[in-house]
Every structure is written in structure tokens, then in C-alpha cells.
């Protein structure tokens, strides 16, 4: 991809990328475990089906029942232990149990040291994501600077531009900051 070489080029290319980093972080925020139950908490977790690594989800059925337990109905029966191995071996502290045909996945409540913990990384997720954005931030200013030295805009425009750079950084960091107070909230609740 060539870089943008006009003002509304680097303004879109920059929300763009902004955008992005907003919504990796709101997926990194939905596989964190809260007590609650959400089929999001196996979205990473990928199982060995004929060679092929992939996602839970793609082998099995994943929902709900209630909000302390999850069930995971593979399509291929002979799955059942591939796929209770894999939820053991993550790193999310789970204890799946199969009766032959559904995986239980019961989620146990989060001691209040466990639940400090998972607001740290939390708040690491969020962090990263608004390193992303200052980044992107930072290379749009660079592109700015460039046109303007290649004499295609003036000073006064390069800084005008710069303004909007920075109104869309603010605009998604809030952003980011919304999702973490939310994640937070919901994390701290009992």
C-alpha cells in the first residue's frame, strides 16, 4: 500500500487504522473472564481437528446456559476429549466435564485477589490499545510534515491537520477509556 499523500488521505487512513485498534482491544476485552459466562471466553482457545488448528467454534456449537456455565456441543463426537484438553490446557483456570455428547464448562465466581488481577490486565489491554493509537497518531503527523516539506501544503495547513490528528486520538482513546471503565465495572461486581 502506498502512503497517502494528501490531507484527507492521512485523516483517513488514520481513523482508519484508529478504528482498528479501538476494536482489537474490545476483542481482547471480551475473552477476559469475569465470572460471568460468555462464549467469548473460548474464542482463543484452538483445537487439532485433521491437522488444522482452529477455533473452538468452528468444530462446536458454544453457548450459554446459565450465567455460571458454558456447554461446547461438538459436531464430530470423537472431538470430546480434543476438545476438553485444549480448554484445560488454557490458560483461563477452567474444569470442563462431558457426559459424551456436551462439554460442561462450569465457571467458578472470582476471589477478589483473582478479580484485582484480571483488572490489571485490563488495564494492560487498554493501555496497548492507546499506545496503538498514539502511534498511528504519530505517523500521520510524519506524513504531514513530509507533504509539507515537499512544498504540496503550507504551514498552516500541515497544522490544521495535525488539530484534526489529534481530535481523532482524543476521540478514540475516550473511546478505549469507555471500554475499560465498563470491562472494570463489570469485572468488580459480585
Known amino acids: ?6 490531507i484527507p488521505e492521512i485523516l483517513k487512513d488514520a481513523e482508519e487504522r484508529m478504528k482498528k485498534s479501538v476494536e482489537i482491544t474490545r476483542q481482547e476485552l471480551a475473552r477476559v473472564r469475569t465470572g460471568k459466562a460468555t462464549t467469548a471466553l473460548l474464542d482463543g482457545i484452538k483445537v487439532d481437528y ?3 488448528n482452529l477455533p473452538i467454534n468452528k468444530v462446536a456449537t458454544v453457548s450459554v446456559t446459565d450465567p455460571h456455565t458454558l456447554t461446547v456441543t461438538p ?7 480434543v476438545i476438553e484438553k485444549a480448554i484445560l490446557t488454557s490458560d483461563l483456570g477452567l474444569n470442563p466435564t462431558n457426559d459424551g455428547n456436551v462439554i460442561r464448562i462450569p465457571i467458578p465466581p472470582l476471589t477478589e485477589e483473582r478479580r484485582r488481577e484480571i483488572v490489571k490486565l485490563v488495564k494492560k489491554f487498554g493501555e496497548e490499545g492507546k499506545i496503538a ?3 498511528v497518531r504519530r505517523d500521520a503527523n510524519e506524513h504531514l510534515r513530509r507533504i509539507e516539506k515537499s512544498q504540496h501544503i503550507s504551514e498552516d495547513d500541515r497544522k490544521r491537520a495535525e488539530e484534526q490528528v489529534q481530535k481523532l486520538t482524543d476521540k478514540y482513546i475516550k473511546e478505549i477509556d469507555a471500554l475499560l471503565e465498563q470491562k472494570e465495572k463489570e469485572i468488580m461486581s459480585f
Not at 1 to 6: D, F, G, Q
Request: net charge positive; hydrophobic share 30%; aromatic share 10%.
Open 1 to 6: 500500500m502506498t502512503a497517502p499523500s494528501t
Open 75 to 81: 459436531w464430530d463426537k470423537s472431538l470430546i476429549p
Open 50 to 52: 485433521y491437522g488444522q
Open 133 to 135: 493509537i498514539r502511534n
